[in-house]
């Protein structure tokens, strides 16, 4: 499960080798990224976690996976800790990036300290009208410099980002993403369906299944100390490694997230 802001593209590193040892292997657009679309053109485009995580619980049924071992970083390892704890008869591994990222949308968050007020000036921009229109107008190079600011130690090839930014021209992606950030802070409704699971998550519920975190020690958005302090959250045993790298790992730490997947495959069995 790819992050904000990328795509499936992401994984080819880590997919490919998988498939040719004979794993099934699935990595879905988040709704808005992509080739998505909402079925009901007159749906509202939500993407509060509750809902990207019933995204992949309803994949996972439409494929009719009897069980999966995840991974995920970003939303999508939002939504894969999600679809564990909700799920976990089918959720039989989980490798999360970044750690325990479900959120609370029910309280008010607490300010951070400063510098991290100051990495997250993307959601508060995404939290006014002007922020709104500049998404619009400046996709790419908005993604582009967060690309850069979250992974201060990666060189990116161009050519690779403009094949992920295709993915950011979907029609309902600036909805999705603005959606996203506004909901988390308070400041648009969640879908009412979603009422009950979202009280459930802000009980900050643990991880029941096998897990491995894998965090990168250059990640300016999501420090590594945002993962070590909620360590307690997953099953006694459960490795946390801080590696080279930032935020987009499967670009920048293929073989060390493809070792981790292996390694919850050789579990699973």
């Known amino acids: 499960m790819h992050g904000f802001p990328d795509d499936v593209r992401t994984w080819d590193a880590v997919a490919a080798p998988l498939a040719a040892a004979g794993c099934r292997t699935l990595a879905p657009y988040l709704r808005g990224y992509g080739p998505t679309r909402f079925l009901d053109p007159v749906a509202p485009r939500m993407a509060q976690q509750a809902a990207i995580a019933q995204d992949l619980l309803d994949f996972i049924d439409a494929l009719d996976l009897r ?3 995840l991974a995920g970083y970003d939303w999508g390892g939002r939504a894969a800790c999600i679809a564990s704890i909700l799920a976990p008869k089918r959720v039989r591994a989980l490798l999360t990036i970044n750690g325990y990222n479900v959120q609370n949308t029910i309280a008010a968050p607490s300010p951070a300290a400063a510098e991290m007020e100051r990495a997250y000036w993307y959601q508060w921009y995404f939290n006014t009208a002007r922020g709104r229109a500049g998404l619009e107008k400046n996709r790419r190079d908005i993604c582009r ?18 094949r992920t930014a295709k993915s950011f021209d979907n029609p309902d992606f600036v909805d999705v993403v603005i959606h996203s950030y506004r909901h988390r802070h308070g400041n648009a409704p969640g879908e009412p369906h979603f009422d009950a699971v979202e009280r459930r ?16 020690a250059d990640d300016t958005v999501d ?47």
């Open 67 to 69: 069980h999966v071992v």
């Open 145 to 162: 410099l967060l690309w850069r600011e979250w992974s201060p130690t990666w060189r990116f090839e161009d050519a690779a980002f403009e």
């Open 201 to 216: 998550l802000a009980g900050k519920p643990p991880i029941p299944v096998p897990s491995i975190v894998l965090h990168g």
């Open 223 to 269: 420090p590594p100390s945002s993962s070590e302090k909620n360590m307690a959250l997953f099953l006694p045993g459960t490795e946390r490694r801080v590696v080279p790298g930032g935020h987009f790992l499967p670009r920048e730490q293929p073989s060390t997230v493809l070792k981790a997947i292996r390694e919850l495959l050789a579990l699973e069995k």
